[in-house]
């Protein structure tokens, strides 16, 4: 069976990476190695690479899941990292891809395309002691932190007239939009400062960040440019101080709802696409001291437009218990008694500017924030259930980059990102102050996409 090399543009070669993400189907891949009897079998990846520089004020992190400084305004305490700078070659905010496509034949009508996709990272952690796994020289236990391999997608598609149902893993619904928009997809965003996995792109900077997760779902056919997608999730539970521990609300006896409705048109010289989406997830607790439960739910809005080569984009969303970047990360707090939990209050937004010069060189600038209200003091008696100071908190960041298409598989990337984490005074219970850490990063990379 020959080999057939689609010799597209740099755009449908970043396509297949994209369908990394769940949202393009597997006739975007590069290369088709073969079938019988109408079954098609093909493959697409990318693998990229970045220098990393960083400037990082001491207590900074890229996720925002420290609490604030100690008294006195010092963030370098027990647990926050120093003032550093770091220099780092590693892979970018997405990791590379190796991408195995199946689509069956058309029977009644009906077409299934399944997809596994492999997401591996270049880079090690900054301690690389793999000879010594799985502790360290000193002693202190520590694990080995080698190049990741994550699973991104096992998800299986099936097409009709009536729309396509979808089951497996892959991109969540909530959120997905805003990213996928993002220049920094392609890029760093905010650096890793000295772990093994990816960089933290925007995530908890203008968007949340919502997670590859098992779900069943169905999106309807387009009707004149709208199209709905509804989706039924595995939950998640409570989770603090990103650190994955479950605290009193770790009972999920319902599914997580995310759903996500879009218009998108053409035009003479450009495009525009619209979207709003949402998510709705209850939680309980088995301790029986516990009378209560929390949800955690969330809307957004946004809107992607170009015309001649500039393009515009901006995403809004609102919620409750989201958390401050990752999938209920510290967005829920219950007191020690168990007899009062709370969501926390989130929003964020990011807008961004783009323009592409003779469709081979684009110019970027983008700024976004998002934000999380203090618990009430009730909610935080004993501090059992949060790890967390109960401040407020605003984590924000500007980009500016250029990303060239060399040519039909060849991309360079360059950026460079502010950001900022901004704590308010101490909200009645635990030791946090008001303060902000900063880091300043700059990147240089390139993918090889097929």
């Known amino acids: 069976m020959a080999n057939q090399f689609n010799k597209t543009k740099i755009a449908s ?13 597997a006739a975007n891949a590069v290369v088709v190695v073969g079938g019988d009897n109408g079954w098609e079998v093909s493959f697409d990846g990318n693998i990229n690479a970045f220098y990393v520089m960083s400037d990082n004020d001491a207590g900074y992190d890229s996720l925002g899941l420290v609490n604030g400084p100690s008294a006195g305004g010092v963030f370098n305490r027990a647990g926050h990292s120093p003032s550093e ?94 990213i996928l928009n993002d220049m920094t997809l392609f890029g760093v965003g905010i650096g890793n400062m000295d772990g093994a996995g990816v960089t933290a792109g925007r995530v908890g900077r203008g968007y949340y960040w919502p997670s590859f997760n098992a779900r069943f779902a169905y999106k309807t ?57 949402g998510l709705w997830q209850d939680l309980e607790s088995t301790s ?81 924030e998002s934000t ?4 009430s003091s009730a909610a935080m008696i004993g501090g059992l259930q949060h790890a967390f100071d109960n401040q407020d908190v605003e984590l924000n960041m500007w980009t500016v980059g250029v990303y060239h298409d060399v040519n039909s598989w060849l991309k360079l990337i360059a950026e460079y990102s502010a950001s900022e984490n901004d704590y308010s005074a101490n909200a009645g219970v635990g030791g946090g102050n008001a303060g902000s850490t900063e880091s300043d990063t700059f990147s240089l990379g390139t993918f090889f996409v097929w």
Request: overall charge negative; glycine content about 16%.
């Open 372 to 375: 999380q209200d203090a618990f």
């Open 288 to 368: 029986i001291t516990a009378t209560n439960d929390a949800t955690v739910a969330a809307w957004g809005i946004g809107a992607t437009g170009s015309f001649m080569g500039f393009a515009l984009t901006g995403y809004f969303y609102d919620g409750e218990g989201l958390g401050r970047s990752l999938q209920f990360a510290g967005g829920t707090a219950c007191n020690a008694a168990g007899t009062l939990c709370e969501e926390a209050e989130n929003d964020g937004y990011y807008v961004q500017g783009t323009y592409t010069f003779s469709g081979k060189t684009k110019v970027g600038a983008s700024y976004g």
């Open 13 to 25: 070669a970043v396509a297949a990476v994209v369908l990394g993400l769940g949202l393009t189907s």
């Open 85 to 178: 700078d770091v220099s780092r070659v590693t892979s970018g905010f997405l990791p590379a891809f190796f991408s195995f496509n199946v689509k069956s034949p058309t029977v009644n009508g009906l077409t299934a395309t399944g997809r596994f996709s492999f997401a591996p990272t270049i880079n090690n952690a900054t301690t690389k002691d793999q000879l010594h796994a799985p502790g360290n020289l000193d002693g202190s236990g520590a694990a080995l932190q080698g190049a990741t391999l994550d699973t991104r997608e096992v998800v299986v598609n099936v097409d009709g007239g009536f729309g396509t149902v979808s089951f497996g893993r892959t991109l969540s619904i909530f959120g997905r939009q805003a």
């Open 221 to 277: 056919p387009v009707f004149s440019g709208f199209q709905a997608e509804f989706g039924l999730y595995d939950p998640s539970v409570e989770q603090i101080n990103g650190g994955g521990r479950t605290g009193i609300l770790d009972q999920t006896d319902t599914p997580r709802f995310e759903g996500e409705l879009t218009y998108a048109t053409t035009f003479a010289n450009g495009s525009f696409k619209a979207w709003v989406d």
